[in-house]
T-cell receptor, first 113, second 116 residues
Framework: DAKTTQPNSMESNEEEPVHLPCNHS???????IHWYRQLPSQGPEYVIH???SNVNNRMASLAIAEDRKSSTLILHRATLRDAAVYYC??????????????FGKGTLLTVNP | NAGVTQTPKFQVLKTGQSMTLQCAQD?????MSWYRQDPGMGLRLIHY???????DQGEVPNGYNVSRSTTEDFPLRLLSAAPSQTSVYFC???????????????FGAGSRLTVL
């Protein structure tokens, strides 16, 4: 059973901001929200993660809704190298049965020059 | 620090042959896992391990065996390959200590397997 819902695809123009949404209405209090991306012909790579507060790093920002039922990955200025599939997943802080991490199909981001 | 290393990168098998996909990590991660990715699909979990001697099934374990005799290695075995196992396979690892949820997954570059 998928725990997160993402749009299948999104399109952006180079140098413009991109907001990638993720819905996780059944999130538990111990779930961290993780984002990974997969460039063409490569393995997935970590982008960012958070629990309750908004987070920033050199790659992106993560905005988490107050009720934590949704989050948004923000790429401030999209480049052609950001074209990838972006996955939003939940990781239970308590581990246990949630070691079975599931990835959906993610969002395919196309960046136009 | 090589991260997660998968070998081979490419492999062609005939139906019924056996082979092992190797995964090694040098980060002392307790958690390791195998995923397969088919065209247009997301990543599907095959097996995972939370430490040496401990393995469990993911969502698509049939046709695959694993073992974890050391912290560093987590091989995936196909005992009798079938065309349905044609896929790209990814190994991933992460720490488990200090709160599992906050720990980042590190993926290998993938192994592309074709079964004829």
């Amino acid at each position: 059973d998928a725990k997160t819902t993402q749009p299948n695809s999104m399109e952006s123009n180079e140098e413009e901001p991109v907001h990638l949404p993720c819905n996780h209405s059944t999130i538990s209090g111990t779930d961290y929200i993780h984002w990974y991306r997969q460039l063409p012909s490569q393995g997935p790579e970590y982008v960012i993660h958070g629990l309750t507060s908004n987070v920033n790093n050199r790659m992106a920002s993560l905005a988490i809704a107050e009720d934590r039922k949704s989050s948004t990955l923000i790429l401030h200025r999209a480049t052609l190298r950001d074209a990838a599939v972006y996955y939003c997943i939940l990781r239970d802080h308590s581990g246990g049965s949630n070691y079975k991490l599931t990835f959906g199909k993610g969002t395919l981001l196309t960046v136009n020059p | 620090n090589a991260g997660v290393t998968q070998t081979p990168k490419f492999q062609v098998l005939k139906t019924g042959q056996s082979m092992t996909l190797q995964c090694a990590q040098d980060m002392n991660h307790e958690y390791m896992s195998w995923y397969r990715q088919d065209p247009g699909m997301g990543l599907r979990l095959i097996h995972y391990s939370v430490g040496a001697g401990i393995t469990d099934q993911g969502e698509v374990p049939n046709g695959y065996n694993v073992s974890r005799s050391t912290t560093e290695d987590f091989p995936l075995r196909l005992l009798s390959a079938a065309p349905s196992q044609t896929s790209v396979y990814f190994c991933a690892s992460s720490p488990t200590g200090g709160g599992f949820g906050a720990n980042v997954l590190t993926f290998g570059a993938g192994s592309r397997l074709t079964v004829l």
